[in-house]
T-cell receptor, first 112, second 115 residues
């Protein structure tokens, strides 16, 4: 079992650009959640996808959007990047029925 | 809104000794889950221990145990017989309702273990 895998591992983008991050959930999991972890902070919940729809959303602007595919993998898109978007982006997968969330190793995004 | 507070930015413990990390939270819900996650330099969040609020018995996982005080909204983690591999960031987290993917985290405590 490969667990939760995220790609890429690191990414450098220029302010104003757009970025797409990818996540493959743990085998058997149907729910994917995304988090933003700024340096020295705890992760903050961005949104959660289930059955290809956004089910819950945290306090993030519309520049942050996502998608879930029929195979349960997910993408996080961020438009019009700001310097403040520089962070570690974590993906977590789980089962809809209230089970443990498993995390990937994250994508380190640097906006310059 | 639910919040999670970790008041100890950094802690240090001698190898083989015991250390307690503190966490308080605020919620109006009566049924919820609390977690401690470990984040080593590899960045991957690893679940250390989980506590269901409706259970009065404190959760235990080998060297890790919690002191859950529901009325005081306190959830501390005790690490016994500390090992060098325990050095990491520790995050307290709260969850209410639905899949446990939508967690609210504290700011973390950096634990150092001295040989």
């Amino acid at each position: 079992d490969a667990g939760v895998t995220q790609s890429p591992t690191h990414l450098i983008k220029t302010r104003g650009q757009q970025v797409t991050l990818r996540c493959s959930p743990k085998s058997g999991h149907d729910t994917v959640s995304w988090y933003q972890q700024a340096l020295g902070q705890g992760p903050q919940f961005i949104f959660q996808y289930y059955e290809e729809e956004e089910r819950q959303r945290g306090n993030f602007p519309d520049r942050f959007s996502g998608h879930q595919f029929p195979n349960y993998s997910s993408e996080l898109n961020v438009n019009a990047l700001l310097l403040g978007d520089s962070a570690l982006y974590l993906c977590a997968s789980s089962l809809a029925a209230n089970t443990e969330a498993f995390f990937g190793q994250g994508t380190r995004l640097t906006v310059v | 809104a639910q919040t999670v507070t970790q008041s100890q930015p950094e802690m240090s413990v001698q190898e083989a000794e015991t250390v307690t990390l503190s966490c308080t939270y605020d919620t109006s819900e009566s049924d919820y889950y609390l977690f401690w996650y470990k984040q080593p330099p590899s960045r991957q969040m690893i679940l250390v221990i989980r506590q269901e609020a409706y259970k009065q018995q404190n959760a235990t996982e080998n060297r890790f145990s919690v002191n859950f005080q529901k009325a005081a909204k306190s959830f501390s983690l005790k690490i016994s017989d500390s090992q060098l591999g325990d050095a990491a960031m520790y995050f307290c987290a709260y969850h209410y309702g639905g899949s446990q993917g939508n967690l609210i985290f504290g700011k973390g405590t950096k634990l150092s273990v001295k040989p």
